[in-house]
């Protein structure tokens, strides 16, 4: 027997049924007892007008038993116990002990768990990120963007697992490091650049050493910084000798690092992490790995609410993948196409 259930967006899934029809402006964007997919999925995310939809759900079926999704401020408290609980596991398994080592796998299924609501977690590392714990609150985010980049990418639930080992251990080595370069807010010294290039390195021969490890998760930790075109480190290789999941743990760290304020070069607001992301799928990071993740994640922020930097409140209506950070909004007054407002950007976002 089946049931109607109100689902919001992020809790559709593919090959779900829908109970209702949806019109907008006269165009059917949903017509009632269609299945599912993951492209019309996407284009409901793409239109800010349309935040729950109606589903028939067997009564037996799981997802019948529908959790209910967090906001971003409820999962920022969750994660925020993550980070904590990650320290103590860290600390717990620096001696190798392998029943120890079991406490990673129960660690990686509460984060998964929390994973549901994919919407949420980007807009929280995009709005919170690791600002002020550049190790443990940073591998917590790392791993949830891997493990949400690594299903839009189609990865199986093997490689799935092997991803989130990885991600989860590929900042161990910065444990072991002078906590004056972990938490420099200036630039690092030639030296101090040069001590903190060597993370991956530790991490790797930490990982190295558990038994029965499988090499594609220490290799992947090793090479989590190279680059495409040889600019990275440790080992400064190129393109397909960098393993996949390097790729996309690469993607994921950049998201955390630039929404955390703790890039390199000066941002002027959240989108502008996805923007960087962009430049460096030209030539460091995986183009196509770089498209799946921009194209996913610009519809979580259809119709979410804005600050420019004149402090007017606007709804973003409308992201152009080709002038990320410059998107159409709509305000009190109408809409403003910021591509055409040179002195007014994205300063900050408000999300509940």
């Given at each position: 027997?089946?049931k109607?259930?109100?689902?919001?967006?992020d809790?559709?899934?593919?090959?779900?049924?829908?109970?209702?029809?949806?019109?907008?402006?006269?165009?059917?964007?949903?017509?009632?007892?269609?299945?599912?997919?993951?492209?019309?999925?996407?284009?409901?995310?793409?239109?800010?007008?349309?935040g729950?939809?109606?589903?028939l759900?067997?009564?037996?079926?799981?997802?019948?038993?529908?959790?209910?999704?967090?906001?971003?401020?409820?999962?920022?408290?969750t994660?925020?116990?993550?980070?904590?609980?990650?320290?103590?596991?860290?600390d717990?398994?620096?001696?190798l002990?392998?029943p120890?080592?079991?406490?990673?796998?129960?660690?990686?299924?509460?984060?998964?768990?929390?994973?549901?609501?994919?919407?949420?977690?980007?807009?929280?590392?995009?709005?919170?990120?690791?600002?002020?714990?550049?190790?443990?609150?940073?591998?917590?985010?790392?791993?949830?963007?891997?493990?949400?980049?690594?299903?839009?990418?189609?990865?199986?639930?093997?490689?799935?697992?092997?991803?989130?080992?990885?991600?989860?251990?590929?900042?161990?080595?910065?444990?072991?490091?002078?906590?004056?370069?972990?938490?420099?807010?200036?630039?690092?010294?030639?030296?101090?650049?040069?001590?903190?290039?060597?993370?991956?390195?530790?991490?790797?021969?930490?990982?190295?050493?558990?038994?029965?490890?499988?090499?594609?998760?220490?290799?992947s930790?090793?090479?989590?910084?190279?680059?495409?075109?040889?600019?990275?480190?440790?080992?400064?290789?190129?393109?397909?000798?960098?393993?996949?999941?390097?790729?996309?743990?690469?993607?994921?760290d950049?998201?955390?690092?630039?929404?955390?304020?703790?890039?390199?070069?000066?941002?002027?607001?959240p989108?502008?992490?996805?923007?960087?992301?962009?430049?460096?799928?030209?030539?460091?990071?995986d183009?196509?790995?770089?498209?799946?993740?921009?194209?996913?994640?610009?519809?979580?922020?259809?119709?979410?609410?804005?600050?420019?930097?004149?402090?007017?409140?606007?709804?973003?209506?409308?992201?152009?993948?080709?002038?990320?950070?410059?998107?159409?909004?709509?305000?009190?007054?109408?809409?403003?196409?910021?591509?055409?407002?040179?002195?007014?950007?994205?300063?900050?976002?408000?999300?509940?």
């Open positions: 027997m089946q109607k259930k109100v689902l919001s967006i809790e559709l899934h593919p090959g779900m049924i829908s109970a209702m029809d949806i019109k907008l402006e006269g165009q059917t964007l949903l017509s009632k007892g269609f299945i599912i997919t993951e492209p019309i999925i996407n284009k409901l995310k793409g239109n800010y007008i349309i729950k939809v109606s589903v759900l067997d009564e037996d079926s799981d997802e019948a038993v529908i959790f209910k999704e967090k906001t971003v401020k409820e999962l920022e408290t994660f925020t116990e993550f980070s904590s609980n990650l320290e103590n596991i860290f717990n398994i620096s001696s002990e392998v120890k080592i079991a406490e990673v796998k129960n660690f990686l299924e509460k984060i998964q768990e929390e994973l549901k609501s994919t919407g949420v977690v980007v807009k929280n590392i995009m709005l919170y990120g690791s600002t002020n714990d550049p190790i443990y609150r940073h591998t917590v985010n790392v791993t949830a963007i891997s493990f949400i980049l690594g299903k839009w990418l189609g990865f199986d639930v093997q490689d799935l697992a092997l991803l989130t080992y990885a991600a989860i251990f590929h900042d161990f080595g910065k444990m072991r490091m002078d906590k004056d370069i972990l938490n420099n807010e200036g630039t690092l010294t030639p030296e101090q650049y040069e001590t903190y290039k060597t993370h991956p390195t530790i991490s790797y021969h930490f990982i190295e050493q558990i038994p029965c490890i499988n090499p594609l998760i220490s290799r930790i090793l090479m989590h910084h190279e680059m495409l075109d040889g600019s990275g480190y440790p080992l400064q290789v190129k393109e397909d000798k960098i393993p996949s999941f390097a790729k996309v743990i690469a993607i994921a950049l998201f955390d690092t630039v929404s955390s304020n703790r890039y390199s070069k000066e941002i002027t607001g989108l502008d992490a996805l923007n960087i992301i962009k430049e460096k799928s030209l030539r460091e990071l183009s196509t790995y770089c498209n799946t993740f921009l194209n996913h994640v610009v519809n979580y922020f259809m119709g979410e609410t804005v600050l420019l930097n004149d402090k007017r409140s606007c709804k973003i209506i409308q992201i152009q993948m080709d002038d990320l950070t410059n998107p159409l909004v709509l305000d009190d007054e109408g809409f403003l196409d910021l591509k055409k407002e040179k002195d007014l950007y994205v300063e900050k976002l408000v999300m509940s």
